[in-house]
């Protein structure tokens, strides 16, 4: 199996100094958002040469792969999906988003949901009923509510800026802060594109924003604005 063949090339890769770092650097103690995750340690730009070779890999077996309790196995595992959706026709997109749903118990830290939402669930919905990221949106599962955010990266890449300032509205009193830099970073990616829209936005609820969104929010504003947002003088 071409999953097996990966696996033990990952594990021949690994570097023990590298991974007790991300285990500390994607907070993997006891209480924190990736409490038990394990790492092996090997950089990401290793693992894409790896994804290369075994592209060809049956859908079964990185769906096996998504489901390893090893980081760097399901973040390959997530590559895969996304060379094979991006190259796939609309059968098999359909599918690959079907199976990226039905196993976000799997996408469970920041890096895999920012390396892939939007490259899969924001790209299967551009033309589509947007109803499955307001599903998400309202989950109790941290990792389905920034796959939600995250997925509005695409359509905010297309100047279609209404699911990301919506879903933002509904993350204002989101008590994870992974959450806030999540919305700070949409909201900066809108104004990147069309600062009235995303000033629009924060004068409306500014004053209600956690502080870290806020923060991301304006972190390309000039100096004298962002203090006048953070001294709440806007």
């Not at 770092?21 to 409490?35: D, L, M, P």
């Not at 939007?118 to 989950?139: A, F, M, T, W």
């Not at 990792?143 to 990301?164: G, M, V, Y």
């Amino acid at each position: 199996m071409k999953a097996t063949q990966l696996s033990k090339t990952l594990k021949n890769l690994a570097d023990p100094a590298i991974a007790e770092h991300s285990q500390r650097f994607f907070k993997t103690g006891k209480g924190e958002y990736g409490e038990g995750d394990k790492f092996l340690g090997i950089r990401v730009p290793v693992l894409r040469k790896q994804v290369k070779k075994y592209k060809d890999m049956p859908l079964d077996e990185i769906q096996s792969l998504l489901k390893s309790s090893l980081h760097e196995e399901r973040l390959c595992a997530l590559f895969l999906l996304i060379h094979k959706f991006t190259l796939g026709d609309a059968a098999e997109k359909a599918i690959i988003y079907q199976l990226y749903l039905g196993n976000t118990g799997y996408i469970n830290n920041w890096d895999l949901v920012d390396s892939s939402a939007h490259l899969i669930v924001g790209v299967y919905l551009e033309d589509k009923n947007k109803q499955p990221i307001y599903d998400l949106v309202r989950s109790d599962n941290l990792w389905e509510r920034r796959i939600a955010i995250i997925s509005t990266l695409h359509f905010i890449r297309k100047h279609q800026f209404d699911e990301a300032l919506d879903l933002s509205k509904q993350l204002l009193t989101d008590k994870e802060d992974l959450i806030h830099k999540a919305v700070g970073w949409m909201l900066r990616e809108i104004g990147k594109r069309d600062l009235h829209v995303e000033e629009c936005f924060l004068k409306a609820h500014y004053r209600q924003m956690p502080r870290t969104m806020l923060r991301y929010a304006i972190e390309k504003f000039p100096e004298q604005k962002r203090k006048k947002y953070l001294a709440g003088m806007v």
